[in-house]
């Protein structure tokens, strides 16, 4: 019975991220981490490792969730598949080096950069700011160099980073609809390459619970899944329809609930 109520309570959370992702362009770790952590703190599931397992989880629902996601916003034609091949490269090498390395991070480090990361990017979100368009996109090289940096925090937070590339990609003049096409396809191979990071730092922990491939929950992963690919779609179709600024602005407040209640409960 209990088992039927946490996979239920996966469902409902999936569903809801799912259909943020798509509305927002969002890969939804950055919500998803401080949810599953209370989920899998409240069942008493690997407590030195709750942390871990709730990046680990969420950054690999991103991976379905924004798949889901882009098929639409191509469908529109608002992935820009150019900057995708540039900016990817460093976005990966930098997810895996984070993820790879969060194996050796006391939870509670983690908790805190999770916090804090957040914060900065619901702030970011909240300002809703426009930078000006007033140059082209960086060359190669800086490009590469920006992606790393961005990738190496996405790790840290199970995120797609549409809280960094979205305002680069504004400031180098590429449209709002664009942008949020695009972040979400980058999101895509940053949270394949993060997954296996977290899977790998989490292969010879002990004392994991039941079913997990690292640091992956293997039943909390397939119900949020399930419920997220069937709405991350309807999500992105609403992101064409209707102006999303006041969302943005709901969705920037939720994060500073999330990211303090996680931070106050591993201070």
Known sequence: MQTTFWLATYVVSGALIGFLAGLLGIGGGMTLVPVLSALFAAQALAPDHTVHLAL???????????????REHHRHGAVDWRIVSRLAPGMVAGSLLST?????LP??????????????????????RKPAASRALPGPVALTAIG????????????GGT???VPLMLFCGV?????????????IPTAVIGTIGYIWSGWYVADLPPYTLGFVLLPALAALVLASILTAPM???FAHRLPVATL???FACLLYLLAAKMAIAYW
Do not use: E, N
């Open 56 to 70: 680990g989880t969420g950054m690999a629902s991103v991976m379905f969730t924004s798949s889901a996601s882009v």
């Open 100 to 104: 790879l390395a969060s194996g050796w």
């Open 107 to 128: 939870q509670r480090v983690l908790a805190l950069a999770f916090a804090a990361i957040v914060f900065v990017g619901a702030t970011q979100i909240l300002l809703g």
């Open 148 to 159: 790393l940096v961005i990738g190496a925090l996405c790790g840290l937070v199970a995120a």
């Open 163 to 165: 809280f960094l590339t």
């Open 175 to 187: 449209p709002m609809h664009t942008a949020i096409g695009t972040a979400a396809a980058l999101g």
């Open 235 to 237: 999500g992105a179709r």
């Open 248 to 250: 943005k602005r709901v």
